[in-house]
């Protein structure tokens, strides 16, 4: 398979790029087919939120990095769309946040258990949790092949990094007791309703901002309480529900199409 070459001067040429990675990883394993379904739809919702950070995305970016900081055991749920767009970030993110990384598959095979360890391997992680006979603890009332965890890790933690999930999980996470923090872009979507934090974001922009942002306040657990205080993710989802019904309003007014690269719309 020949990839493409993108023209730079191509108006959606990062999204173009990043649909190239998917397939690239498609093929080489590491991506499940509805992997790539699962990307369309989250670019759907992206090109409706602008395809910007909005600023309900950076203050869930804040309230995920002040959880991270001032929990006891992070596990940072890797799969294989995360895998193939932002490995080199979870494994600063899981560096800054003293995190653990466990993969952790809907369509799980020990094959792309493998592929997906050995990306993050390359990308400079020294530990990946969840990989083939390791992952041998349960969630209770799952179905999924997700169920399935690593007791040092999921099994454990305290708080649950899922970018990109399926509702049952995250739902029977929070139920075991365990705060969840999704990455997704659809803030209809049941992950994003059940999360105790939900960054409504790309996971291509949202991770580095929670990298920069877990380490920018590290140094300051106070305003961490402080974030966490003032944050409600209801209301925070709410906003993000309004900001695309004022867009699309925006848009309609307009009649007349709009890319969005001229479009000058605050945040
Ligand atoms: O690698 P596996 O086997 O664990 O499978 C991973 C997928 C993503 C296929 C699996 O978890 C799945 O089927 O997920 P869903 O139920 O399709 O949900 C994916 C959610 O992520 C949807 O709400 C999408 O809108 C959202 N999404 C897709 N791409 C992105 C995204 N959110 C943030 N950033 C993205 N790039």
Same mark, same amino acid.
């Given at each position: 398979?020949?990839?493409?070459?993108?023209?730079?001067?191509?108006?959606?040429?990062?999204? /173009?790029?990043? %649909?190239?990675? /998917?397939?690239?990883?498609?093929?080489?394993?590491?991506?499940?087919?509805?992997?790539?379904?699962?990307?369309? %739809?989250?670019?759907?919702?992206?090109?409706?939120?602008?395809?910007?950070?909005?600023?309900? +995305?950076?203050?869930?970016?804040?309230?995920?990095?002040?959880?991270?900081?001032?929990?006891?055991?992070?596990?940072?749920?890797?799969?294989?769309?995360?895998?193939?767009?932002?490995?080199?970030?979870?494994?600063?993110?899981?560096?800054?946040?003293?995190?653990?990384?466990?993969?952790?598959?809907?369509?799980?095979?020990?094959?792309?258990? /493998?592929?997906?360890?050995?990306?993050?391997?390359?990308?400079?992680?020294?530990?990946?949790?969840?990989?083939?006979?390791? +992952?041998?603890?349960?969630?209770?009332?799952?179905?999924?092949?997700? %169920?399935?965890?690593?007791?040092?890790?999921?099994?454990?933690?305290?708080?649950?990094?899922?970018?990109?999930?399926?509702?049952? %999980?995250?739902? +029977?996470?929070?139920?075991?007791?365990?705060?969840?923090? +999704?990455?997704?872009?659809?803030?209809?979507?049941?992950?994003?309703?059940?999360?105790?934090?939900?960054?409504?974001?790309?996971?291509?922009?949202?991770?580095?901002?929670?990298?920069?942002?877990?380490?920018?306040?590290?140094?300051? /657990?106070?305003?961490?309480?402080?974030?966490?205080?003032?944050?409600?993710?209801?209301?925070?989802?709410?906003?993000?529900?309004?900001?695309?019904?004022?867009?699309?309003?925006?848009?309609?007014?307009?009649?007349?199409?709009?890319?969005?690269?001229?479009?000058?719309?605050?945040?």
């Amino acid at each position: 398979m020949t990839a493409i070459k993108i023209p730079p001067e191509h108006p959606r040429a990062e999204s /173009l790029r990043i %649909r190239e990675k /998917l397939v690239e990883h498609y093929h080489k394993g590491v991506v499940a087919t509805a992997g790539l379904i699962a990307h369309g %739809r989250g670019e759907a919702f992206d090109y409706i939120l602008g395809e910007k950070t909005t600023k309900p +995305a950076l203050n869930a970016i804040k309230a995920a990095a002040a959880t991270l900081l001032t929990t006891e055991k992070a596990v940072i749920s890797v799969n294989g769309n995360t895998a193939a767009l932002v490995a080199e970030e979870i494994v600063r993110l899981a560096n800054v946040a003293k995190a653990k990384i466990e993969a952790n598959l809907f369509y799980r095979s020990f094959e792309r258990e /493998l592929k997906i360890k050995e990306l993050l391997e390359k990308a400079g992680a020294r530990e990946v949790l969840g990989v083939s006979e390791d +992952a041998s603890a349960r969630i209770p009332e799952l179905g999924s092949e997700r %169920r399935r965890v690593d007791p040092r890790g999921i099994l454990v933690a305290d708080v649950v990094l899922v970018p990109l999930e399926d509702g049952d %999980r995250t739902e +029977a996470l929070v139920k075991m007791g365990k705060k969840v923090i +999704a990455i997704d872009l659809n803030p209809l979507s049941r992950t994003a309703q059940e999360a105790t934090i939900t960054i409504v974001d790309n996971v291509v922009r949202a991770t580095p901002k929670l990298v920069e942002t877990t380490g920018k306040l590290k140094q300051d /657990l106070k305003k961490c309480q402080e974030i966490l205080l003032n944050f409600d993710n209801k209301e925070n989802l709410a906003e993000s529900i309004t900001l695309i019904k004022e867009r699309l309003s925006k848009l309609a007014e307009k009649g007349e199409y709009l890319t969005l690269e001229d479009e000058k719309h605050e945040f």
